[in-house]
Nanobody
Framework: VQLQASGGGLVQAGGSLRLSCAAS????????MGWFRQAPGKEREGVSC????????YYSDSVKGRFTISRDNVKNMVILQMNNLKPEDAAVYYC?????????????WGLGTQVTVSS
């Protein structure tokens, strides 16, 4: 399984970005997938997750109401729509797959994509 994340960039506070994580080797509905982020000097944190069987979604408190995770089964990818971005959202965002949402352990990781939010 390979995961390819894309969509990061520079945005002003209050703006939006859409991250995509394309999976190859397995369909995105066959395992849970999620997004994590790591800012400089901080530990990696879970941002959002979507379950494999029921598609149930999970969000960290810091992004709830602003971020939306979804699956595009045709393109075999998971999308993270990020709205109303704040400077504290700036980080390298990673997608991961094949784990229990909220519990891990994550079996597959993609390379990160940088999100920068200017104030």
């Amino acid at each position: 399984v390979q995961l390819q994340a894309s969509g990061g960039g520079l945005v002003q506070a209050g703006g939006s970005l859409r991250l995509s994580c394309a999976a190859s080797g397995r369909t995105v509905t066959s395992f849970s997938m999620g997004w994590f982020r790591q800012a400089p000097g901080k530990e990696r944190e879970g941002v959002s997750c979507i379950g494999s069987s029921d598609g149930r979604t999970y969000y960290s408190d810091s992004v709830k109401g602003r971020f939306t995770i979804s699956r595009d089964n045709v393109k075999n990818m998971v999308i993270l729509q990020m709205n109303n971005l704040k400077p504290e959202d700036a980080a390298v965002y990673y997608c991961a797959a094949d784990f229990t949402c909220g519990l891990g352990p994550e079996r597959y990781w993609g390379l990160g994509t940088q999100v920068t939010v200017s104030s």
